[in-house]
């Protein structure tokens, strides 16, 4: 790699900056920088001078250009307010490479008629920075710190990082990497499963993969790497799970694309337990199968994640299959998140979550099983095989034959270090205790062309609504809430996740199957319904509506925009249950 010295590249641009092209226009107006070089995203500080009065009301402006970009191109700007003198801060670019300051009398006149002049500055990675290791060789899949020096505040908001390269790796070719701090630190890396020779590489920002962001590099090299078969799909994620310790001694040699087995998938499921709870997993002190004695099984059992498949039976090498696998992997979240659950308790917890659209074969998917693989996929857990099929287990005895549908021990991994980065204590929200049927109060459903009450789709939980202010306030959840009342009035409530949440008041008529909302105007929070701003006015709208009542309870359908009838959930309609009696 060529390099041109830094003080040569920094002589250069100084010499420049020091000769501005100042194009004083009447003598109006000047601007002058502190220095002539910054690194990115460093403070900067503009002396501005000679600013008439006219030019205060013409709205003059600061603003920072790329060299030779067309007025119109301006970056980050700022007005001076005073007449005379003052001084205006900016923030260098994050981006390395030459920029103008320039000054302009009147605002929204990008001509040469309003430029007033320009000085020239540069924006550039200083790399008086370093980081070092305690040896030049490793084992495959350890962990290895590096020590880095001299970072500096603007490096950190850059997203200054150190990551592992091949040797001769280009600067996008990136492997494992961690950002740094500013001052001194050490950071952890784990070594990828393979052997050669590597570098350690300090770069000063994030997504600017080139020789104006490297910073340094270290050699040092691999050995002791166990390579396994694994799908190309695959290869990331499990290399995400090594590098989290998610990867069992079981399959650190095993085929990676091969059906896994049940014990190996007790051993998969204690390693996410242990690393979802921070809790260490121990064997049960009595071994109650007869068909194993394997003790991650016995630590799985005594977790309360698995159990066997009779009082004294683990059977450790049958094949676990797609809808399994997810009901088992579901089971570990449960166990370290849900207070209160347990695997024989399970029954007596339920799922209120967004649920996604069906798979093709949902039919397929065991009652048993449809909750925890919906709520895998709403979180992007799982997906399907192609053509929106899940294929959770095999039907015929031609699949079976096959291994149609088992999990693979990738699959597994992956499914491990998916729950990792997207799953945590908020999504245990949805997964609450079955209410009480003996005591819960029997709901009648409205009749004729009567709405009144409020109907909800998905799974908020502790949301009230005040007449008063047409608001509504909740506590988790996803979904959708319609209240109508007694006269005429209607308020929605649709919550997206995370606070974010959409009230829309207005009014509404029901009659012979059609329903009217009109006057519709709608408000926004951010805080879980503590505060409200104003939002978008949603036109007038006519929908086609039924009322029915199943083994769940009343319900109401609402047809999508422009739905015909017949009414159907699975193509045309949203389902509402009846959860307040007017």
Avoid at 4 to 28: H, T
Avoid at 477 to 495: H, K, Q, R
Avoid at 501 to 508: D, F, M
Wanted: hydrophobic share 40%.
């Amino acid at each position: 790699m060529t390099r041109r010295p830094m003080a040569v590249v920094l002589a250069l641009i100084l010499a420049v900056a020091l000769a501005p092209l100042a194009a004083l226009a009447d003598g109006e107006g000047h601007i002058a920088l502190d220095k002539a070089v910054y690194a990115p995203n460093e403070d900067m500080l503009v002396a501005v001078t000679g600013i008439t009065a006219q030019m205060v009301e013409d709205y003059a402006y600061v603003s920072i250009y790329r060299k030779g970009a067309a007025h119109s191109a301006y970056m980050s700007w700022k007005r001076p307010e005073a007449v005379g003198s003052s001084q205006l801060p900016f923030r260098a670019p994050a981006e390395p490479g030459a920029y103008e300051m320039r000054l302009y009398r009147r605002d929204y006149d990008y001509t040469d008629a309003s430029f007033v002049m320009i000085v020239p500055f540069a924006v550039a990675l200083q790399k008086q920075r370093s980081i070092s290791l305690e040896k030049s060789e490793y084992l495959a899949l350890q962990r290895i710190p590096v020590a880095v020096d001299g970072i500096t505040p603007e490096m950190e908001q850059s997203g200054a990082f150190v990551s592992i390269y091949k040797k001769g790796a280009g600067h996008e070719e990136y492997g494992a990497y961690q950002y740094v701090t500013a001052g001194s630190s050490v950071v952890e890396l784990t070594a990828p499963n393979l052997n050669g020779e590597f570098e350690m590489r300090l770069y000063g920002i994030d997504h600017n993969y080139s020789d104006e962001s490297f910073v340094a590099s270290l050699p040092f090299t691999l050995s002791g790497a166990v390579l396994q078969p694994v799908s190309e799909w695959a290869r990331g994620e499990v290399a995400r799970a090594a590098e989290r310790g998610l990867i069992p001694d079981s399959l650190k040699e095993a085929d990676l694309t091969g059906p896994i087995t049940r014990a190996e998938f007790a051993a998969v499921s204690v390693k996410l337990y242990e690393k979802l709870s921070g809790t260490a997993a121990l064997p049960a002190a009595v071994n109650p199968f007869q068909d194993t004695a394997d003790t991650e099984v016995l630590k799985a059992y005594q977790a309360g994640i698995t159990a066997g498949v009779e009082a004294d039976r683990f059977a450790p090498n049958v094949l676990l299959n797609r809808e399994q696998a997810s009901t088992m992997l579901t089971r570990v979240f449960k166990k370290a998140f849900v207070a209160g659950w347990s695997l024989d308790r399970d029954a007596s917890f339920v799922f209120q979550y967004a649920a996604p659209a069906k798979f093709a074969d949902d039919a397929d998917i065991s009652d048993w099983a449809k909750p925890s693989v919906y709520f895998m996929a709403a979180h992007g857990i799982i997906s399907g095989v192609g053509d929106n099929r899940f294929a959770p287990r095999a039907i015929t005895t031609a699949q079976q034959a096959a291994n149609y549908a088992s999990a693979t021990r990738e699959q597994a991994l992956a499914i491990a270090v998916r729950m990792t980065e997207k799953l945590d204590a908020a999504a245990a929200a949805e997964i609450l205790p079955a209410p009480d049927q003996s005591e819960a109060p029997q709901v009648q459903p409205p009749t004729g062309d009567t709405l009144m009450g409020s109907w909800q789709n998905g799974s908020l939980t502790g949301h009230t609504y005040s007449a008063v202010t047409g608001t509504f306030q909740y506590n988790s959840g996803i979904g959708e809430l319609y209240t109508f009342n007694a006269d005429g009035s209607f308020a929605s409530l649709i919550v997206a996740g995370y606070g974010n949440c959409v009230s829309i008041a207005g009014k509404y008529a029901a009659k012979d199957g059609r329903l009217s909302l009109t006057g519709q105007s709608g408000k926004l929070s951010s805080d879980y319904g503590n505060s409200w701003t104003t939002g978008n006015s949603p036109a007038d709208t006519t929908r086609h509506y039924a009322l029915g009542s199943d083994d769940i309870g009343p319900y109401l359908l609402i047809g999508l925009e422009g739905a015909s009838l017949p009414l159907d959930t699975e193509t045309n309609a949203v389902r509402y249950d009846l959860v307040v009696t007017p």
